[in-house]
């Protein structure tokens, strides 16, 4: 996107209203139109899962990993498209990855509350292996959002 002579200009793109990156990476990158977010997950500044993500301790059984952590994801999204110059609506492709596939329908469900018409194009993944950079995180995303 970006050779010698592009028009097109890089912008790093952070706001306060989502985590901070815990490692050296933006939250986002707007290139032209588009704004590229770095993985998403339902963590806190420090990498851990964060407490409005995870069942309260014992019931883990009776709560919604999938939704809980993919609603805070999209929460996450929200914050980070509005500083880029845009919002959830705007979302073109989230690619969701899963430790397990029992997450999966409270991820499409909460998908589907946030995205009720003209959703994203979305792919699902399963892979292999926990955790997913930490213990509790099932849910990671990969994103990209049209940002005129």
């Known amino acids: 996107l970006l050779t010698n002579d592009s028009s097109l200009t890089r912008q790093v793109i952070e706001t306060s209203d989502a985590p901070e990156p815990f490692g050296w990476e933006p939250q986002a990158v707007k290139v032209g139109d588009l704004l590229h977010f770095s993985t998403q997950r339902a963590v806190d500044s420090n990498g851990v899962l964060s407490k409005t993500a995870r069942a309260p301790e014992g019931f883990d059984r009776y709560v919604d990993a999938g939704w809980l952590q993919m609603h805070e994801i999209l929460g996450n999204i929200s914050a980070i498209a509005e500083a880029g110059g845009t919002s959830l609506e705007n979302v073109c492709r989230i690619k969701v990855f899963m430790d397990d596939w029992a997450v999966m329908p409270g991820v499409c469900r909460a998908l ?37």
């Open 112 to 148: 589907a509350d946030a995205f009720p018409k003209d959703p994203p194009a979305v792919s699902l993944h399963r892979v292999n292996g926990r955790p997913m950079l930490a213990p509790g995180v099932h849910v990671a995303c990969d994103v990209i959002a049209y940002a005129p």
